[in-house]
């Protein structure tokens, strides 16, 4: 079994920033994409960001603009940079990676966007 371990989730005020990382062992190789899904209660999981192996990146809607995801592949990491945080951007953050077929995902992380 496969652990990420995610950080640096929180509660901030509406227009505040977060950085979430999420680190995947470093004896893990090939990971293809890295990505941020989020759950906020009553809805469904919905992708936020993903970045591929060599870099390039896709949004959602919601997150573009205001989101920037980024990886680090010599420590199997990555991040979310959140900037202008709203109050609909609060939910719990999961970070998920592919791994040749295979689908990972951390336990998450709570973001409150809250005055």
């Known amino acids: 079994q496969v652990q990420l371990v995610e950080s640096g989730g929180g509660l901030v005020q509406p227009g505040g920033s977060l950085r979430l990382s999420c680190a995947a062992p470093v004896s893990i190789f090939d990971i293809n994409t890295m990505g941020w899904y989020r759950q906020a209660p009553g809805k469904e999981r919905e992708l936020v960001a993903h970045?591929?192996?060599?870099?390039?990146?896709s949004y959602a809607d919601s997150a573009k603009g205001r989101f920037t995801i980024s990886r680090d592949n010599a420590k199997n990491t990555v991040y979310l940079q959140m900037n202008s945080l709203k109050p609909e951007d609060t939910a719990i953050y999961y970070c998920n990676i592919i791994v040749g077929l295979t689908y990972y995902w951390g336990q998450g992380t709570q973001v409150t966007v809250s005055s």
């Open positions: 970045i591929s192996r060599i870099g390039i990146t």
